[in-house]
């Protein structure tokens, strides 16, 4: 039986193969501090090692106000450069972590996404947002740059000028319009937002999770390699399912016609 730790400022909760990771700071609009970054990188930690029955890794905001409105600006207020690098570093370490998950990781976006809160949404692999939701990059006016991936992940999800259009405005676009430019794949009302997510989730665990997290890492690796360089890797990781036992187990399933019943391995 799985065991999973009490956190100060996140919920970690692990259903039937779905792990959902909750910010748990609603007075602060769920705000990222160090601790909190902290807490995420422990419960990563547990997610890591278990994925043979963590399948699908939901991350949202508690209470209905918030996803993440942004880093928290009572700690950062007196840092110096010095520590302001560390609080960068400690973010972009966490939120690799969550791009490099083998595990489909889902960005359950329920209110503000804001600065930190784009971030950490963006370095997931699929957003579902609510159609209340705000998101921008409002650092510029705070006068400072986003530090925790900002310039790099939404530069990948909307394209450079749009990405330098909401740094350099510093103002929120709604839900109609992130879905429109590429931030948002799904928008759901408040009620329904955890029921599209939880519907995603389980088609995902009907398939082949081995290939699913293949085909996750391939997309990620390849995206921005030479066309021809990136199409020889994806041959090599499609020859590498093919020493799966899911790879049996699927194409068998389909010639006799019934749902297949992937082994994970």
């Keep these: 039986m799985l065991k999973l730790n009490t956190y100060e400022n996140i919920l970690l909760d692990v259903q039937a193969g779905i792990a959902t990771l909750t910010i748990n700071r609603p007075k602060s609009m769920n705000a990222l501090n160090t601790a909190t970054l902290n807490d995420i990188g422990a419960a990563l930690d547990v997610i890591k090692a278990n994925a043979d029955t963590i399948k699908v890794v939901i991350i949202t905001g508690a209470g209905p106000k918030a996803f993440v409105a942004g880093a928290d600006i009572a700690e950062m207020r007196d840092m110096n450069s010095l520590a302001a690098a560390e609080l960068s570093k400690t973010a972009h370490a966490t939120f690799g972590r969550i791009e490099n998950l083998s595990q489909l990781t889902i960005a359950a976006v329920n209110g503000y996404c804001l600065g930190g809160g784009l971030e950490l949404a963006a370095s997931c692999d699929i957003r579902v947002v609510s159609d209340r939701a705000k998101f921008g990059q409002p650092e510029v006016t705070l006068g400072i740059v986003p530090g925790f991936g900002g310039t790099q992940r939404l530069t990948r999800l909307v394209g450079r000028g749009k990405a330098k259009e909401m740094i350099a405005m510093g103002t929120m676009v709604d839900a109609q319009e992130a879905y429109r430019i590429g931030i948002a794949e799904e928008i ?6 955890m029921a599209k997510v939880d519907k995603i989730a389980q088609t995902v665990m009907k398939n082949g999770l081995i290939a699913v997290g293949m085909a996750k890492y391939v997309i990620d690796r ?5 066309l021809d360089t990136a199409i020889d890797f994806e041959t090599q990781m499609w020859a590498q399912t093919f020493a799966t036992a899911d790879q049996t187990e ?6 006799e016609k019934r749902p297949a019943t992937f082994p994970g391995k």
Excluded: H, I, N, Q
């Design 250 to 255: 699927g194409m068998t399933a389909f010639l």
């Design 222 to 226: 390849a995206a921005d390699l030479p």
């Design 188 to 193: 759901a009302t408040p009620d329904e937002l």
